[in-house]
Nanobody, 126 residues
Framework: QVQLVESGGGLVQAGDSLRLSCAAS????????MGWFRQAPGKEREFVAG????????IYADSVKGRFTISRDNAKNTVYLQMNGLKFDDTAVYYC???????????????????WGQGTQVTVSS
């Protein structure tokens, strides 16, 4: 059974940092782009960051550019999201996802991702 399991969420104050992890099991995603998305209460799910299979390319939503960093360790089948300078508006459930295409460029479109984790809550107090 293929699973993506996020961890590392929590309650922090504005300005703090968190590092999210997404561990995959059941198959390797070393040839697939990976992405992070988030969904705040009452809002649609939105793209946060994406990384290519070999870490050669990364993309970010404008709202997190310069504060968040996505990375991966294919040997551990794990993707990370380092979040610095957290803001109240970063409060959301964060999901990792695996792109269905082999060797594809990371995409902000959720339709390209066919495996999703269950999410981890990030709450930033102002």
């Amino acid at each position: 059974q293929v699973q993506l399991v996020e961890s590392g969420g929590g309650l922090v104050q504005a300005g703090d940092s968190l590092r999210l992890s997404c561990a995959a099991s059941g198959r390797t995603f070393s040839r697939n782009a990976m992405g992070w998305f988030r969904q705040a209460p009452g809002k649609e799910r939105e793209f946060v960051a994406g990384i290519s299979w070999n870490s050669g390319a990364t993309i970010y939503a404008d709202s997190v550019k310069g504060r968040f960093t996505i990375s991966r360790d294919n040997a551990k089948n794990t993707v990370y999201l380092q979040m610095n300078g957290l803001k109240f508006d970063d409060t959301a459930v964060y999901y990792c996802a695996a792109d269905s295409r082999n060797f594809g460029y990371p995409s902000p479109g959720s339709m390209n991702y066919n495996y999703w984790g269950q999410g981890t809550q990030v709450t930033v107090s102002s």
